[in-house]
């Protein structure tokens, strides 16, 4: 039975559906200018933060047990809806340039964020699903808004047909997890697993989990993703692989820590070397800046592996420093993509997204030159960034949990990808700029600017006081 | 003894050898006699007429979208009323707030123009003079 108290606790839920359900109003009925819809949803997305921020020490289960707040959910929470505030601020701009600035994209991307949180408070897995269908939908939707544009539409295609597919998976599992055990409610389900490890359960429960790592593109997994980011507008894929992947993240971690699979870290383990090696390896040959930032959400997918892989307190710490600083590195660096990107003059395709196009970028518009270097260094784990702190407590816990083969490969595998950053920061700085618009200086939006400018400083601080995170969230190192 | 899941399984044997012998005793008994007729498209009986991709207006599109919004309303307005009683202002509240979240989907297609149609303007054949001169 639902309490109305418990509705308090709700508020920032209550506030993402409820403004995505009045900027769709917004939206259609002030045609005219974008402006209002655009303000609306960024203070919505601002103030549903400060409410998460304020009560970020509840602990209690409500709603006939559907939904737990807690420490852990709160933060992975905030770290999705500072993603989405960052990609909020950079969308209007971008969105303008490529002549899509819809009012619905502001309403469809609330409903996105809706599902985020109600997946990361879900304590049923009922609600873990329809959070993340509801994710989900807004994300094929997302894919495919440049709607005249084949590579779009094939990429939201795509997406759609093998996430369907694999949510065929996610609710088969679950279906056998129910009947291994005859709960839904997760926190049932965890209680009686020590008693019931029968095949079916855990059958289930691969099943469940090859529906998450379809999301967060864990090795066998992860085909989708290059295309997908590489169709979709570069915000949307910016915030799809940092919110969507901390949406993931944030449900599957606590119940798989929970669980404590200890027999089966060798597998994970496995897992986690076939991420990182696919997507480190892969990201060496690429020559368009939105597929290489692709497959380093892959490899990064990986280093998120090695630390569930730990299975402990300390590498879900590492887990959500780590998301932190990829929500600013990945973010920027796709904004900074998403401001010199352009469209060619039939309007059919992408320009500026190839590194032959970004020779010469430090001559045309040094800030943009030099806040990219700095996202691509944080991304390569580069000491004086955030980048480095997230691998290091990751790397850190899995050396904690005796898995130092898994932390040597991951590290030798960081070493590898500083090849193809590094690249990409050669051809701004070292190489004269080309063709008909070489000289002049790239145009941004004041916006776009205050977006690039929030992930640069978000990049910084957390790079030079990474105490910040854990003084904040003090509950994380008990 | 057999587990609950055991039961699914000898009804999934079951339902699929059902389907199986109805499938195959078919083609082994049953006599064939090709005509002309038999291996025509089926349309009511009647001879086919032009192509079968037509195109049609988009609009019946929004409308069957617009119904779903509707129905989904319906199938949970039942359930909903029979415990009315039991549940009370809560029920009531709730259930103000489902319709609300419809309502504003309905307010949508609204103002967009999804629900205005078309009038049809027939060209109507109109006679420029009233007497046809003979024009050899």
Same mark, same amino acid.
């Given at each position: 039975m639902i309490n109305f108290n418990d509705l308090k606790e709700i508020i920032p839920l209550i506030i993402i559906a409820a403004s995505a359900l009045i900027s769709l109003l917004i939206a259609v009925y002030s045609k005219k200018s974008g402006m209002p819809v655009y303000v609306f949803s960024l203070l919505a997305v601002l103030a549903a933060l400060i409410f998460t921020g304020l009560n970020v020490t509840k602990d209690v289960i409500i709603i006939s047990e559907m939904l737990r707040i807690n420490p852990y959910s709160n933060a992975f929470c905030m770290i999705a809806l500072l993603s989405v505030f960052i990609t909020f601020m950079a969308s209007k701009d971008y969105l303008e340039k490529l002549g899509i600035n819809f009012g619905e994209y502001y309403s469809i991307l609330l409903f996105a964020l809706f599902g985020m949180m109600t997946m990361i408070y879900a304590n049923d897995m009922l609600t873990v699903f329809i959070g993340l269908e509801t994710m989900s939908i807004c994300f094929y939707v997302l894919t495919g808004l440049l709607r005249k544009r084949m590579k779009s539409n094939e990429s939201a295609m795509k997406y759609f047909l093998l996430g369907a597919f694999m949510t065929g998976f996610?609710?088969?599992?679950?279906?056998?997890?129910?009947?291994?055990?005859?709960?839904?409610?997760?926190?049932?389900?965890?209680?009686?697993?020590?008693?019931?490890?029968?095949?079916?359960?855990?059958?289930?429960?691969?099943?469940?989990?090859?529906?998450?790592?379809?999301?967060?593109?864990?090795?066998?997994?992860? =085909?989708?993703?290059?295309?997908?980011?590489?169709?979709?507008?570069?915000?949307?894929?910016?915030?799809?692989?940092?919110?969507?992947?901390?949406?993931?993240?944030?449900?599957?971690?606590?119940?798989?820590?929970?669980?404590?699979?200890?027999?089966?870290?060798?597998?994970?383990?496995?897992?986690?070397?076939?991420?990182?090696?696919?997507?480190?390896?892969?990201?060496?040959?690429?020559?368009?800046?939105?597929?290489?930032?692709?497959?380093?959400?892959?490899?990064?997918?990986?280093?998120? =592996?090695?630390?569930?892989?730990?299975?402990?307190?300390?590498?879900?710490?590492?887990?959500?420093?780590?998301?932190?600083?990829?929500?600013?590195?990945?973010?920027?660096?796709?904004?900074?993509?998403?401001?010199?990107?352009?469209?060619?003059?039939?309007?059919?395709?992408?320009?500026?997204?190839?590194?032959?196009?970004?020779?010469?970028?430090?001559?045309?518009?040094?800030?943009?030159?030099?806040?990219?270097?700095?996202?691509?260094?944080?991304?390569?784990?580069?000491?004086?960034?955030?980048?480095?702190?997230?691998?290091?407590?990751?790397?850190?816990?899995?050396?904690?949990?005796?898995?130092?083969?898994?932390?040597?490969?991951?590290?030798?595998?960081?070493?590898?990808?500083?090849?193809?950053?590094?690249?990409?920061?050669?051809?701004?700085?070292?190489?004269?700029?080309?063709?008909?618009?070489?000289?002049?200086?790239?145009?941004?939006?004041?916006?776009?600017?205050?977006?690039?400018?929030?992930?640069?400083?978000?990049?910084?601080?957390?790079?030079?006081?990474?105490?910040?995170?854990?003084?904040?969230?003090?509950?994380?190192?008990? | 003894?057999?587990?609950?899941?055991?039961?699914?399984?000898?009804? =999934?044997?079951?339902?699929?050898?059902?389907?199986?012998?109805?499938?195959?005793?078919?083609?082994?008994?049953?006599?064939?006699?090709?005509?002309?007729?038999?291996?025509?498209?089926?349309?009511?009986?009647?001879?086919?007429?032009?192509?079968?991709?037509?195109?049609?207006?988009?609009?019946?599109?929004?409308?069957?979208?617009?119904?779903?919004?509707?129905?989904?309303?319906?199938?949970?307005?039942?359930?909903?009323?029979?415990?009315?009683?039991?549940?009370?202002?809560?029920?009531?509240?709730?259930?103000?707030?489902?319709?609300?979240?419809?309502?504003?989907?309905?307010?949508?297609?609204?103002?967009?123009?999804?629900?205005?149609?078309?009038?049809?303007?027939?060209?109507?054949?109109?006679?420029?003079?009233?007497?046809?001169?003979?024009?050899?």
């Open positions: 996610l609710l088969y599992g679950m279906s056998l997890i129910y009947g291994a055990t005859g709960y839904t409610n997760i926190t049932k389900i965890l209680a009686t697993y020590t008693a019931i490890r029968t095949p079916m359960f855990l059958i289930g429960l691969a099943l469940f989990m090859i529906g998450f790592f379809f999301k967060i593109g864990i090795f066998p997994f992860q =085909m989708w993703i290059p295309d997908v980011y590489e169709g979709a507008p570069t915000v949307v894929s910016g915030m799809m692989s940092t919110a969507g992947k901390v949406a993931a993240v944030g449900t599957l971690i606590p119940v798989l820590i929970t669980l404590n699979l200890v027999e089966y870290k060798m597998l994970f383990s496995i897992l986690a070397t076939l991420t990182m090696l696919y997507g480190n390896i892969v990201a060496l040959s690429q020559s368009n800046l939105k597929r290489l930032l692709a497959y380093s959400s892959i490899a990064s997918a990986g280093y998120i =592996m090695v630390g569930i892989t730990s299975m402990s307190d300390l590498s879900i710490k590492g887990i959500a420093f780590y998301l932190l600083a990829y929500v600013f590195m990945q973010l920027g660096a796709f904004i900074v993509v998403s401001v010199f990107e352009n469209s060619t003059p039939d309007g059919k395709d992408f320009r500026n997204v190839t590194f032959d196009e970004y020779k010469g970028l430090a001559k045309r518009s040094p800030v943009l030159a030099i806040a990219l270097t700095v996202f691509l260094l944080s991304l390569a784990g580069i000491p004086p960034f955030a980048g480095f702190w997230g691998k290091y407590y990751i790397f850190y816990a899995a050396i904690k949990s005796d898995l130092i083969w898994l932390s040597v490969i991951a590290i030798l595998l960081s070493v590898i990808s500083v090849y193809y950053y590094l690249k990409v920061i050669v051809y701004m700085w070292f190489k004269e700029p080309e063709g008909e618009t070489s000289g002049e200086a790239v145009p941004v939006k004041a916006l776009s600017y205050a977006a690039i400018m929030v992930s640069l400083a978000g990049t910084l601080l957390f790079g030079l006081y990474p105490d910040l995170f854990f003084t904040f969230f003090k509950f994380l190192i008990k | 003894m057999l587990s609950d899941f055991g039961q699914v399984l000898i009804f =999934m044997i079951i339902s699929i050898g059902f389907v199986a012998i109805a499938v195959i005793s078919g083609k082994i008994v049953g006599p064939r006699f090709a005509s002309k007729g038999k291996d025509s498209t089926y349309e009511c009986g009647e001879d086919t007429v032009g192509d079968t991709w037509v195109r049609f207006n988009f609009r019946y599109y929004v409308v069957a979208l617009i119904f779903i919004i509707f129905d989904v309303e319906i199938v949970f307005l039942f359930p909903w009323a029979v415990v009315f009683k039991e549940m009370g202002l809560l029920a009531f509240i709730e259930m103000t707030i489902f319709l609300f979240i419809l309502i504003v989907g309905f307010i949508y297609a609204y103002a967009k123009g999804d629900l205005y149609w078309d009038k049809p303007q027939p060209i109507v054949p109109k006679l420029d003079r009233q007497i046809f001169k003979s024009e050899i």
